[in-house]
């Protein structure tokens, strides 16, 4: 397998390392959009690197491709989603937006707790009353809400296609890569029944491989665009960073 995005993540992995492993930036959490985007990218830094060492395997065994295809797509959703959902943020409004994703964990965590209350899990009198404590000073406003931004994913999309923020070309492979990745992280007919026959399976790996590497590499990419933009680093990350933009992009650099 001679994937061109298999080269370029390999590319981007090492000069974006030490953004992803070196000293937090935001030595305590807060509220701040660059604070969500160093986690979201070291997040998605580590998920990239971990379909790069599949690949790999790949690429010294043929056979392979059938083992790991579907699971590097699979792993694709969770850094397109976390991508979708910064942008959001950056559009919408990152100082208000910002607090509101850090608003949410208290809400979140209450919601978690509360589904092993119902479902018989046993929990320290202690964790319960302290987790209650913490919901009760959270905004009442985002308490209903199924996440932190009370938009779907399906949502999001709509509204980044709407307001122009996803361009054609994005918004096509976007919209497929969702549908694809959203077969894979359910029990879908279309993905179970394509397992009934090799040759469907075998065709279809090696597309899950090269659309996977695509998507979660642009993503990743972009999602490093806006970090740089909200930290100090060096010039010369910041050029490889461009660098690696340009090359799966035309219109080249980007601001935020």
């Known amino acids: 397998m001679r994937s061109e995005f298999l ?3 390999r590319k981007f992995l090492e000069v974006s390392f030490s953004l992803a492993t070196g000293p937090n930036k935001f030595k305590v959490p807060k509220p ?4 969500i985007l160093e986690s979201v990218f070291r997040k998605g830094y580590f998920t990239l690197q971990t379909m790069v060492v599949l690949s790999d395997q790949v690429e010294k065994d ?4 059938v083992v790991f295809g579907g699971s590097i797509l699979d792993l694709s959703r969770r850094v397109m989603e976390d991508m979708l959902y910064m942008e959001y943020i950056k559009e919408k409004g990152k100082d208000k937006y910002s607090k509101q994703f850090f608003d949410y964990v208290p809400i979140e965590q209450k919601d978690d707790m509360d589904f092993l209350l119902r479902t018989g899990v046993s929990i320290d009198q202690d964790v319960i009353d302290k987790t209650n404590e913490k919901y009760n000073g959270s905004p009442k406003k985002l308490r209903d809400r199924h996440n932190w931004s009370g938009q779907s994913i399906e949502k999001i999309i709509e509204w980044l296609a709407k307001q122009g923020k996803l361009p054609d070309g994005d918004k096509d492979t976007v919209l497929r890569l969702y549908i694809a990745e959203n077969r894979k992280n359910h029990t879908s007919p279309g993905d179970i029944l394509g397992h009934m ?5 075998t065709g279809a790996a090696e597309r899950d491989i090269e659309l996977g590497l695509m998507v979660t590499h642009g993503a990743l990419v972009r999602i490093c665009l806006h970090l740089i933009e909200e930290i100090e680093t060096t010039p010369e990350i910041y050029q490889s960073v461009q660098e690696c933009w340009k090359s799966i992009n035309t219109k080249g650099d980007v601001k935020s």
Not at 32 to 35: L, M
């Open 7 to 9: 080269i370029k993540s």
């Open 32 to 35: 701040y959009f660059g604070t």
């Open 62 to 65: 043929e056979e392979l491709r």
């Open 197 to 201: 026959k090799q040759e469907w399976l």
